[in-house]
């Protein structure tokens, strides 16, 4: 039996096949092609309009289309794109066999970065009118994407000054050992000599460079500093450090859809929540919402402003403090009295000796009883100093209440892992988009606009079909 063969590549062909042949009826690039519906310059997009002289430039909308389909397809790079825009019958049937060049795509992606966070926007209004949201729970949290800077091009002031020191040190054993060659103190040669001439030229000039690294830290008030992508950062993540960005999303609970993304160079989630919540909330049109997110969120003045903007939140209280690290009683063994504005230790004596203090416009009131923990038994396990304090935020009813909330919902951060999770695994694993080309927040940010779109569209597709989301944009 003969195998199939393909027709001889130089046979003249009396219907040659069409392109329009090779894409599929449900093949994504078809609602790649129907989503372009869109206010180009509402959105932001530079050349949103053809001028009426000069040479004729790509329209704005095929290269969004491209860098849609790369995206989708794990191919970011504008080498790449511009190498599968000539072979890849899908990407020549999306742009109708236009070929920019690498250059030209990759201009449009930086000089159109502020306008991708609009189309973003733009697709979870469509996402919301085909009511793949659930609009009850938001699972918001961070996640670290590495930025195009090695460590050994990271700098932090501590590092710094520690290197000075070091260098210093280094510089006067070689300016002393250079001494006694000099005196015919030490039988070395005048190799020996020439090499530690050559060794402190080289120190000095290091030395110098990272005098002048720590001066621009000062002059900044920054506490770190990057050489190749400036706005990176130093984040810990899981126990490694990775010099990188920290993209934050709220994930709705429904489908696992982003309803909304921002990438900062915070090192830490603390104080994001609110704006984060806030913003999803406004796209999703609701007026009340619940959010839950894991104890790196807590932060009291930010659980304030999620309450006073319509969004409920529901975070775990994380055991922080030298007494937790010590292996002491906790602050959760002391029990608050409201009536007696005092606290009850676990050895049954009363707090009520206050002092307030205000750190950066946080107030605080600190609770102790030094007479009653001179001769408390219990003191081992309670304190390393003379006595107890245990300190009060001035507004801690407002923690004390998300608790009560959160014991009763327990099953909330088992629901957030496994919501807000999904995007990320996707995005890392099956997108391979663990790390940013770009560098610059603002780039960066553009970046993960597309990042997120693609994995909502992704999403969207798996759900409803690609006929049925060609349907929802066609007018």
Not at 122 to 135: I, T
Not at 424 to 440: D, E, H, V, Y
Request: glycine share 8%.
């Amino acid at each position: 039996m003969a195998y199939i063969e393909g027709h001889a590549r130089d046979q003249a062909l009396l219907l040659p096949a069409s392109v329009e042949d090779y894409v599929a009826a449900d093949n994504p690039v078809r609602f790649i092609d129907a989503f372009d519906d869109l206010d180009l310059g509402g959105a932001g997009f530079v050349r949103a309009q053809p001028k009426a002289t000069g040479r004729p430039g790509y329209d704005p909308a095929d290269m969004l289309k491209l860098y849609l389909y790369g995206y989708l397809n794990r191919v970011r790079s504008s080498r790449r794109l511009a190498a599968e825009a000539i072979r890849n019958l899908e990407l020549i049937w999306l742009l109708r066999g236009v070929r920019p060049d690498f250059r030209t795509i990759a201009d449009f992606r930086r000089d159109n970065r502020a306008a991708f966070k609009a189309v973003f926007r733009e697709f979870v209004v469509l996402c919301r009118k085909l009511d793949l949201f659930g609009r009850e729970l938001l699972a918001v949290d961070g996640t670290r994407l590495k930025a195009v800077n090695s460590r050994s091009r990271n700098f932090s002031r501590e590092r710094l000054a520690t290197y000075l020191a070091s260098a210093d040190a280094r510089l006067e054993r070689y300016l002393a050992e250079l001494d006694q060659i000099d005196r015919g103190e030490d039988g070395a040669g005048t190799g020996r000599a020439d090499a530690l001439a050559t060794k402190i030229a080289k120190l000095r000039e290091q030395r110098q460079v990272s005098s002048a690294l720590l001066g621009q830290l000062e002059e900044s008030g920054e506490g770190q500093i990057s050489l190749t992508d400036p706005d990176a950062r130093a984040m810990v993540a899981h126990g490694k450090v990775t010099i990188g960005y920290n993209a934050q999303v709220p994930v709705d609970a429904k489908h696992s859809l982003i309803v909304e993304q921002h990438v900062t160079n915070a090192c830490n989630d603390m104080g994001l929540l609110a704006p984060t919540a806030g913003a999803a909330k406004e796209l999703l049109g609701v007026e009340q919402i619940d959010a839950v997110a894991d104890m790196g969120y807590h932060k009291g003045e930010d659980i304030e402003a999620c309450e006073a903007a319509g969004i409920t939140p529901y975070i775990p209280r994380p055991h922080r403090g030298v007494n937790v690290s010590n292996g002491l009683f906790p602050k959760e063994r002391f029990r608050y009295d409201p009536a007696a504005d005092a606290y009850h230790c676990p050895a049954g004596q009363l707090l009520d000796t206050r002092y307030n203090s205000v750190t950066r416009g946080h107030v605080t009131i600190q609770y102790s009883n030094p007479a009653a923990c001179s001769g408390c038994p219990m003191k081992t396990l309670c304190t390393k100093g003379r006595w107890r304090r245990v300190n009060r935020w001035e507004k801690e009813e407002i923690l004390e209440r998300m608790a009560a909330r959160l014991a009763k919902r327990p099953d909330l951060l088992v629901i957030r892992r496994s919501t807000v999770e999904h995007p990320f695994g996707t995005i890392k694993q099956s997108m391979n988009q663990g790390a940013f080309l770009m560098r610059g927040l603002e780039k960066v940010r553009a970046e993960f606009s597309l990042t997120t779109l693609a994995y909502n569209l992704r999403r969207a597709i798996t759900l409803i079909g690609v006929p049925g989301m060609i349907r929802a944009v066609q007018p």
